[in-house]
T-cell receptor, first 120, second 113 residues
Framework: EPEVTQTPSHQVTQMGQEVILRCVPI?????FYWYRQILGQKVEFLVSFYNNEISEKSEIFDDQFSVERPDGSNFTLKIRSTKLEDSAMYFC??????????????????FGAGSRLTVL | KQEVTQIPAALSVPEGENLVLNCSFTDSAIYNLQWFRQDPGKGLTSLLL?????REQTSGRLNASLDKSSGRSTLYIAASQPGDSATYLCAAENSGGYQKVTFGTGTKLQVIP
């Protein structure tokens, strides 16, 4: 079964360092997302990406964050200067073969296993 | 702003029992509602998706219902097994298309052999 893959599974970094989290979405999907889950808290939406641009972002997704789809297969999340409070599990997700908003199958989100970021 | 709440936060049942997990949401203008399973150290697995025009969806031993007017969804698990032990999350989508879903707090289920 197709899956979303994320690397690294765990990254430890010093405060102030830049981090790039990588994701390979399902190949025929057109919508891409990043979510995060701080330990013990809810899964929170960060950003959605479609047609090579951000379609929606949350208030969490400030200027420290950026996303990119550099080569048609990878989807990356960059945190420019990490803070202690950025420590969380970051989940990538993808959906939609692009058959339309009312196709139930197109709306099922497929998540990766997550990348755990620890900022010291 | 959509708020999603799940009750109970944790549930422990003996193997074989049927059980119901509850999800409530404040904004009834949802596009769909999804139930996910989260295992420790792993990602989120989609279990069932209910479109706003639907009342329920079934997959194997799982049945999810949706009542938009009351802002509630339930996930029914029949004949529970130890392998069902996980955290169950519901997530409501309001925006349509770009799937900014709002997740609930989760119910941690333990099925005791």
């Amino acid at each position: 079964e197709p899956e979303v893959t994320q690397t690294p599974s765990h990254q430890v970094t010093q405060m102030g360092q830049e981090v790039i989290l990588r994701c390979v979405p399902i190949s025929n999907h057109l919508y891409f997302y990043w979510y995060r889950q701080i330990l013990g808290q809810k899964v929170e939406f960060l950003v959605s990406f479609y047609n090579n641009e951000i379609s929606e972002k949350s208030e969490i997704f400030d200027d420290q964050f950026s996303v990119e789809r550099p080569d048609g297969s990878n989807f990356t999340l960059k945190i420019r200067s990490t803070k202690l409070e950025d420590s969380a599990m970051y989940f990538c997700a993808s959906s939609g073969p692009g058959s339309g908003l009312f196709d139930a199958g197109a709306n099922v989100l497929t998540f990766g296993a997550g990348s755990r970021l620890t900022v010291l | 702003k959509q708020e999603v709440t799940q009750i109970p936060a944790a549930l422990s049942v003996p193997e074989g029992e049927n059980l119901v997990l509850n999800c409530s949401f404040t904004d009834s203008a949802i596009y769909n509602l999804q139930w996910f399973r989260q295992d420790p150290g792993k990602g989120l697995t989609s279990l069932l998706l209910i479109q706003s025009s639907q009342r329920e969806q079934t997959s194997g031993r799982l049945n999810a219902s949706l009542d938009k007017s009351s802002g509630r969804s339930t996930l029914y698990i029949a004949a529970s097994q130890p392998g069902d032990s996980a955290t169950y999350l519901c997530a409501a989508e309001n925006s349509g298309g770009y799937q900014k879903v709002t997740f609930g707090t989760g119910t941690k289920l333990q099925v005791i052999p």
